[in-house]
């Protein structure tokens, strides 16, 4: 079945060092990855999805089919950055995601 | 423009009553998502409706689960008889609906407590 594992549930790092989410995901087909983040009493939202290929508030994630996973980097973590990371997979041709239990990430001063 | 709302925001029940959740998509949006979020858990798809029409009602976890959509817009999901279980998140998201792979928005959600 189709599935989408985030390893850890908490990762806490300290400013400025790099950061690194893990997401790893089964499926046969062609998938398309989505990484979403809720930041404190805010709504969940899109943070960047593989197909777009671009670097947002400085975090970027790489599909690697051979792997299967679809980790979230930042070199330099801010403390803004403290939220929980959902990752989540759409299967071709299908409009239903299937996500990951999230990793709450805390940036420490 | 406004975002996806919900309401309520917060709602405790006893068990064995009836709760209605409402979703308000974005204007124009034709696609509207309701999906679960019990504590420590990811997201679980429930419905999925294109319009009016409900395509996809695989998710929903029993018939206690309903929801309709009406004139295009507001979705109310309802929860028949509830269960201490029932209580989770719950989340509502629309897209514009033209393509599978339109971005999903998300409402605030609605915190269902079952006492």
């Known amino acids: 079945a189709q599935r989408v594992t985030q390893p850890e549930k908490l990762l806490s790092v300290f400013k400025g060092a790099p950061v690194e989410l893990k997401c790893n995901y089964s499926?046969?087909?062609?998938?398309?990855l989505f990484w979403y983040v809720q930041y404190s009493r805010q709504r969940l939202q899109l943070l960047l999805r593989h197909i777009s290929r671009e670097s947002i508030k400085g975090f970027t994630a790489d599909l690697n089919k051979g792997e299967t996973s679809f980790h979230l980097k930042k070199p330099f973590a801010q403390e803004e950055d403290s939220a929980m990371y959902y990752c989540a997979l759409r299967m071709d041709s299908n409009y239903q995601l299937i996500w990951g239990a999230g990793t709450k990430l805390i940036i420490k001063p | 423009g406004a975002g996806v709302s919900q309401s309520p925001s917060n709602k405790v029940t006893e068990k064995g009553k009836d709760v209605e959740l409402r979703c308000d998509p974005i204007?124009?949006?034709?696609?509207l998502y309701w999906y679960r979020q019990s504590l420590g858990q990811g997201l679980e798809f429930l419905i999925y409706f294109q319009g009016n029409s409900a395509p996809d009602k695989s998710g929903l976890p029993s018939d206690r689960f309903s929801a309709e959509r009406t004139g295009g817009s507001v979705s109310t999901l309802t929860i028949q008889r509830t269960q201490q279980e029932d209580s989770a998140v719950y989340l509502c998201?629309?897209?514009?609906?033209?393509?599978?792979?339109?971005?999903?928005?998300f409402g605030p959600g609605t915190r269902l407590t079952v006492l």
């Open positions: 499926y046969s087909g062609s998938p398309e």
């Open positions: 998201a629309s897209s514009f609906g033209r393509t599978q792979r339109d971005t999903q928005y």
């Open positions: 204007s124009g949006h034709t696609a």
